[in-house]
């Protein structure tokens, strides 16, 4: 399964961008991760593409939003109120095991990576 990412850029604070992970193949779950400069591999959110259901970290529920479009198997990730904090290299990740309320939250569980794309939010 081949991951790729784009959408990435410059944006300022409190502005908004989209990511897109264009898939090879459709598979169970989903997830996006980030790393900041110096920093671990972060949880995002992840969805269960058969339910539909998505799962949020803390530090961007009501900020950021995961979508699918079935028919491109591509995955996305809105990010609005942007943080100079939220810079980073995104990364979206697919498993092929569905995702539940308790998992999907490692990058252990993902199976296959994008090459990821970088996010700069400016003050």
């Known amino acids: 399964v081949q991951l790729v990412e784009s959408g990435g850029g410059l944006v300022q604070a409190g502005g908004s961008l989209q990511l897109s992970c264009a898939t090879s193949?459709?598979?169970?779950?989903m997830g996006w991760f980030r790393q900041g400069p110096g920093k671990d591999r972060l949880f995002i959110g992840c969805i269960d593409w058969g339910s539909g259901n998505a799962y949020y970290a803390d530090s961007v529920k009501g900020r950021f939003a995961i979508s699918r479009d079935d028919a491109k198997n591509t995955l996305y990730l809105r990010m609005n109120s942007l943080k100079p904090d939220d810079t980073a290299v995104y990364y979206c990740a697919a498993t092929d095991s569905a995702i539940k309320w308790f998992t999907g939250r490692r990058a252990d569980d993902y199976n296959y990576w994008g090459q990821g794309t970088q996010v700069t939010v400016s003050s």
């Open positions: 193949k459709r598979t169970a779950g």
